[in-house]
């Protein structure tokens, strides 16, 4: 096992990245002291898969557990659901010290996460991710939220688990979209932060995409070391320095959106991440034979070319109401190198355009 220690002013905590490592979560519990009742959020098939073998370690070590479970996909990071799971834990409540566990990919952990931010103004929670984006991205760094019908994360808190534990084993039982949906968010950090990471992507994708363990162990510690440092620098997205971890978002959740989530997180990142590019180029910034890397990696992983069955109005409509908008001005994180990039505010609108529609 590998302990990667995201460091904050308060409240910094471990990510325990390893093989197999469901039995070892509950020495790390008994250190954290964090009550002995584990409410576990997840969705059924999940359940199915881990509940079990989760359920057992803790068990054994003396805590009771109890599963809520959501419907799989997007739908499920609405009010209602937040809402609904947040009634069934006050009933179940009694005498109790809870704490929760969310046990599942990137929706599950923003649900999760946000119901533990706000039920008794805040109980304590873990992450558990079982998708490949969860483990590099979205399980780190404190972000909760649930959607609106004007786009994605609108209503959300910063609140941090008390450590996140990755094992890679489960991401065997991934099929080839959920690897490819996490592959964009590594492709992400190699163009922003790491172009050591890039190349390694560039040359190893296809045994990443096999699952190989040793390429997919380096991916996952390269890239949860990029997202802790990040966000210890900057945790609540006040100094600019977390917005880089935006790259290719700001079109890729108004395309999730305005598809009505046809599109996974990564495949729409990854649309956006070629826009982003796009927009580099156009305001003389990038280099194009590194776009053109971008593109092609993209490509050769598998994800999408091009911008299908979506109104370019309804982009640019839900892009408005994207909260990295501010005060009404665009906002975007451009390429200037593998490995550099920056926070662009301004960009002309003919060059957005361009842009969108150069893969529509």
């Known amino acids: 096992m590998t302990t990667i220690h995201l460091k904050l002013e308060d409240n910094g905590y471990p990510i325990v990245i390893g093989h197999d490592i469901f039995k070892s979560i509950p020495q790390y519990l008994r250190k954290l002291a ?205 100094k600019g320095v977390r917005t880089i971890l935006n790259f290719g978002h700001t079109v890729g959740h108004a395309i999730e959106a305005a598809g009505h989530f046809h599109y996974h997180h990564g495949e729409a990142v990854a649309l956006g991440m070629r826009v982003a590019g796009r927009i580099s180029v156009g305001m003389g910034l990038w280099n194009i034979k590194e776009e053109k890397r971008l593109n092609d990696l993209i490509t050769c992983v598998g994800l999408p070319q091009k911008i299908e069955k979506i109104k370019f109005s309804k982009i640019m409509d839900l892009m408005r109401h994207d909260k990295k908008f501010v005060a009404g001005n665009n906002r975007f994180v451009l390429a200037l190198s593998l490995g550099r990039c920056k926070v662009v505010e301004n960009v002309p609108t003919n060059i957005i355009t361009q842009a969108i529609q150069s893969i529509s």
Request: proline letters at 3%.
């Open 34 to 238: 964090l009550g002995k009742d584990a409410v576990i959020i997840s969705h059924p098939k999940i359940e199915r898969l881990y509940g079990a073998k989760l359920s057992a370690s803790l068990f054994k070590a003396g805590y009771s557990v109890k599963f809520f479970n959501v419907p799989e996909g997007e739908a499920s990071k609405s009010a209602s659901c937040a809402l609904g799971l947040i009634e069934n834990i006050a009933g179940y409540d009694v005498h109790r010290k809870l704490f929760i566990i969310a046990l599942g990919g990137g929706v599950v952990g923003d649900l999760a996460g946000f119901v533990a931010a706000i039920y008794k103004r805040g109980i304590p929670y873990l992450q558990v991710p079982t998708t490949l984006l969860a483990q590099i991205d979205s399980a780190i760094g404190g972000k909760t939220a649930i959607d609106l019908k004007y786009g994605k994360n609108l209503v959300g808190a910063f609140y941090q688990p008390k450590a996140v534990f990755e094992d890679s084993k489960v991401l065997s039982s991934l099929d080839l979209r959920q690897i490819r949906n996490g592959l964009a968010e590594a492709i992400k950090y190699g163009v922003i932060k790491d172009q050591i990471l890039f190349r390694f992507l560039e040359k190893n994708y296809v045994r990443i995409l096999k699952c190989e363990p040793a390429a997919m162990n380096f991916m996952i510690k390269r890239c949860a070391k990029i997202k802790a440092d990040v966000v210890s620098v900057d945790e609540k997205e006040t």
